[in-house]
């Protein structure tokens, strides 16, 4: 157990998680200046870009670090340490694009109103037949309230809001990549083989 206390993790998650914010930066850079953002190959793009280069991080940290011993919780562990610091980098980078160009958030809240439409014009759909009349006056009255409160705070969307949703996203979305990781990447300690 001595070796696993050996093997560092500030350094690496500081290191790795600068890297994965740096790339995912980069990326919606590239994206943003090319006018591509809003696209479904964009937004694919992007998201494997960034999940993907968490995964690369740590089986570097294994390679690297842990040759010999590496617990599940600790894959897990630096898995969101590097969200942590790639989530604050990107969160940045959200909030300075939002601030200094306001066409692009209002082109993002109506791509999030667009989305939304999309999901309720499928669940419209999807009720309207199975309701009677009765029942769909009322589920479309409802449906229609919940649409005015989510345009509402949609609308009112700031720069730090979009900013905390970047950073909590990278943070569960590294957390999951971790859980799951953590069951292929660890190593567990080898027994000495009895002759």
Known sequence: MENQEKVPVMKPALVYGAIVGLAT???????????????????????????????????????????????????????????????????IYTFSVYSADESYLQDTKYYAIEKMDERLAKTDAKYQEKLSDDQYESFENTMEASRKKAMERIMKSSPVKFAVQSFTSFIFASLLIGLVGGIFLRRKIREPQQI
Do not use: H, P
């Open 25 to 91: 930066i980069v990326v919606s850079l590239l994206l943003y200046f090319i006018d591509q953002s809003f696209e479904k190959w964009a937004l694919i793009l992007g998201s494997v870009v960034s999940y993907g280069l968490i995964l690369l991080t740590l089986v570097l940290y294994r390679s690297e670090y842990a040759r010999e011993v590496l617990s599940y919780g600790r894959v897990v562990g630096m898995s969101l340490m590097i969200g942590l610091v790639a989530g604050l980098l990107t969160s």
